[in-house]
Every structure is written in structure tokens, then in C-alpha cells.
């Protein structure tokens, strides 16, 4: 007999039900952080078992929804760790100034802060004009709200200070139009970017990148999974060209490792290696 | 060194306002054969970066880090949450991150951090709450309980701010109450190598 709980295999059938009928794999996610979520949502609506569950999630595409976006945290901060965002400015930044024309790629954007604090950075050391910037995110109704780029007053002003933090030379509200409790991202930190689905579980590679950002998006992932990913980086990637990912991720797990030199370490800036 | 006959394979240590203090009174009675892994989420402000590792590390032989995503959690060792981020114990036994929103408002959260180590370490856990000012802790304390793990509550007159003790005592009915130095002591008694 398998060594696993019940529970446990109640969870992946539940799963492999939604891969099977809606495509997306939650099947190498973490399974603690998983469970959590899904106790989540069975806490507000009242379900019962994982059974009920699976039934509910099979027969009732909305209630999927709700799930999909439960599952997937979007849980994101402009300028997000403002440390990060200064040593891009000093240590990524020079490098791409010698490039005549730049792709970066945002993968797990959420709605869209990250794009826009870096968007920020890129205009004001003038490299927006030569940029083409890819903002994916496998969850599409968040990637709505990031191409709309409308956030609620009350976050701005922990907003401010992360820019400020971060050697933000002008002043955020420059970025931002306000509107009654909301502030709408301006149109110039928009009109480089294009923002379009991509699952990193199940897509492939995206081409001749010069700098991946993926942060906080590859804790969810199982060893195995986040392998796979790194490898699909690497492939996406321009040789010199950098991966940022979150402070606390790392790839000491990846078996392409050594084909990346550390940049910074506590801020987690790597850089493929030339040649093979 | 070989521990074979302890029954307990973790120890997780919740603490908010008060356990700095707390919790590096009962690291420094820990004798240096205290050999199981020590995992521990403290309330800290999210805007700094931590630095309790460094101040840990120099009240006990364990082995002190700051928990990174997917560290094996190994004997000897203890596992601080980062700011910032939740601590919780995986399904392969190894230690998982994640920043989801605050629970209690709290990140880290010491109920994610409790329940995920009940999940996985079942009855063979140590579930402490120390002093703190809100109820963060109760509910994770209370799982520990139903998983049959132990549980062990800081004493109120030696807690510096009574309030998370306190809720975790009435939501757990726990195990044993004691004082710092009791702790200490008794977790001395649970790991004899
Ligand atoms: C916690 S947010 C991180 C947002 C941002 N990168 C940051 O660090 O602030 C994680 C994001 O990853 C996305 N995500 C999760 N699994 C994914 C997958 N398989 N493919 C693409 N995006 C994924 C989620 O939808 C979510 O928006």
C-alpha cells in the first residue's frame, strides 16, 4: 500500500479532476499550501469533505473560478521588497543600457504592481522607448486587473514609501492619475507592455529574454516542478541575460544551477552563463 | 549521538510582543544534546528585515537559520519564519514559505505554521505559545491537541503580555502551564540523548 493519508488522496483526485476538466495542474503545487487553501474555501461555504468538493468543482464551472483564484495567491506589493528594486537599478540596469532593443518578462505578474514598479524604473532610466515588456500570469481575471492597472487608494501610501525605498528619484504620484478612492497606473507605464496568459505548469518557452522576473510564484511549486520552470528560464533566456526571482526562492534545487552565475545573493539576481 | 528513544520529532514555538525574551530564556536552558528540530514563528514588523537568527544564534548550540523555502528539517536545528513571509512545515517534511495574505494579521502567522506542523508531524509534536498581545496561536495550538501532540502554554504571571497565553489556554485547554524556566527543563526531559 502507498504511504499516504486519505486525506491526502482526496486532495489529488480532486486535483486531477480539475486538470482533467479544466487544463489547469495543480498537481505539483505544494500540498500544505494547497490544503490550506481549499480549507479556506470549504470553511466559507460550508463543504463538508474534499468529496463534496470534487463534486461541487465538477458541476458548477463558477464555483471553479472561485476556487482558481484561491488557489492562486495574488498577493502582490508595488516596489515589493524595495532592496530588490535598488539593486536592479544598480546591477541589472547598466547591462541592459548596452542593449539597442529589450525583452523582459514578468511570469505570476498577479495584477500587475511588479510590471508597473519596474515599468517605473525603465522609464526613468530611459530605457522604456527600446523595451518590450511580456506580463503573463495563468490566472486571466487577474491579468485583467493588471492590464487595467486600477488600485485602491489605501494601499498608495505604502506604495510611496516602497518607491521612496527603493531610490525612487521622483515622486509615485507622478505615476498615477487619482480618482475618488482609487489611482489609475498612467498610460506611459502601459503602452510597452503586453499582457498575456501563460502557465508556467503547462506552457512553454517564451524567446530571447534579457531579464525573467518571477518572484514569490515558485514557493507554491513542488522541487520538481520548479525544476521544470528553471529549465524553461533558461531557455527563455539570452545568454547574459538576468533572473530575478523572489528573496527567498533560490535555485540551489535546479539541476541547470551552475549554468547561472549569482549576481546578488540576498536579492536573488542570477545570470545565464555564455556559452554552453 | 543517537536519541532513539524520544517519542517527539518536533517542537514549534509561537511568540509575539514579549518573546524575544521568551524565547531566548528557554533556548538558554536547552543543554547542547537537545537534538529535535525547533521551529519557530515570532511576530515581527514586515517592513524590516530579521535579524533574529543572528540574535538566536548566540543563546544556543542549535543550529540557528532563518527557514528558507524547502530546507529538510533536521534534528538539532531551529527554523526561524522570515518576515514577511508564513512558515509552514510541508507534506515531504521539509519547510515551506508562502505570502499569503496575513492570518490574525499577522505574516508570519503562528496558526499557519502550527497547523501545518500538526498536519504533518501528527501526535509526535510540541506545540508552545508564549507571551503576545493578541490570539494568533489558539486555534493552531488547539489542532496540535486534537492531532494528540502536546501542548504547553507559557504561565500568565510570567508572561510579559498575557493576552495570546491566555486565549491559547482557553482554546487548547493545554497540556501543561509553565513558567520559562519549566519549559526549558521540560523539553530538557523530553529529548535525553
Ligand atoms: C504571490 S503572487 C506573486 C506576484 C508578484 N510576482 C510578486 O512577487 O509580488 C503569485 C502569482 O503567480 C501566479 N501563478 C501561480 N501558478 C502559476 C502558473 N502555473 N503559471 C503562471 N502563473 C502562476 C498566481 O496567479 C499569482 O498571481
Redesign the interface.
Known sequence: MNDITNE?LEIQLLLEAIYIKYGYDFREY????T???LEYRCGIEGIKNYAEMQHKVIHDANFFEQLLLDLS?N?TEMFRDP?FYKKVRELVIPHLHTYPFLKIWHAGCSAGQEVYSMGIILHEESLKERAQVYATDFNESILEKAKKGIYPMDLIRQYSANYQAANGSASFSDYYTADYDHVIMKNVLKDKVLFTPHNLATDGAFGEMHVIFCR?V???F??ELQNRVFNLFYDSLIPGGFLCLGS???LR?ADIADKFELVSEPEKIYRKKRGR | MSCNNIHYRAVVIGASAGGLAAVGAILAELKSTFCIPILLAQHISPHVESHLATHFAAKTALAVKEAEDKDPIKRGSLYIAPSNYHLLVGFDGCTALSIDPPVNYSRPSIDVLFESAADYFGNELIGIILSGANSDGAAGLKKIKQRGGLTVVQSLDSAEVKTMPQAAIEAANADHILSLKDIGHFLNTICEC
Open positions: 491526502q505544494s500540498l500544505a499550501h490544503k490550506r487553501r495567491i498577493v532592496w514569490n515558485l514557493i507554491y513542488t522541487r527567498k526562492e533560490s534545487f
